[in-house]
């Protein structure tokens, strides 16, 4: 996740999509909607970050489903902006929710994706203070 100021609590941050050929869906993307895929390094393979062709803003991200991502769904994976994503990981257990992915670190803070009582998943994230700087 990028940004410049602190995301409002509740506001989406950020789009993932995590799938086994992330390079040829990071054409399909290009070509579609216009968006310059960045490679990202992720050591043995890289992810994408799509920026947007108007500004150079990384707006989405394109990534393979190996390693920690493995066992994401092939789907466009929205981030909403928690003020504590272990306190929201919590709740979302004690309200039927399942967690998929624990709360770790990622670039800029924490995140930890769920799956609400209705199948439905998503990602939430938590900036670290020095993120907004």
Not at 12 to 28: C, E, H, Q, Y
Not at 33 to 61: R, T
Not at 76 to 85: F, G, H, R
Request: proline fraction near 4%; charged fraction near 20%; charge should be negative.
């Amino acid at each position: 996740m990028s940004g410049k100021s602190k995301k409002r609590i509740g506001s989406i941050g950020w789009l993932d999509l995590t799938v086994a050929d992330a390079s040829g869906l990071r054409d399909f993307y290009s070509d579609v909607i216009g968006w310059q895929p960045q490679a990202l390094s992720m050591g043995e393979y890289s992810d994408f970050a799509m920026l947007s062709p108007d500004d150079g803003e990384a707006v989405a991200g394109i990534c393979h489903a190996l390693g920690s991502n493995a066992d994401l769904p092939s789907q466009w994976l929205v981030y909403i902006i928690v003020e504590n994503v272990e306190q929201s990981a919590r709740r979302c257990v004690a309200n039927g929710g399942t967690l998929l992915v624990d709360p770790r670190a990622l670039a800029g803070g924490r995140f930890c994706v769920i799956e609400d009582p209705q199948g439905a998943v998503l990602a939430l994230f938590q900036e670290s203070a020095d993120a907004a700087g």
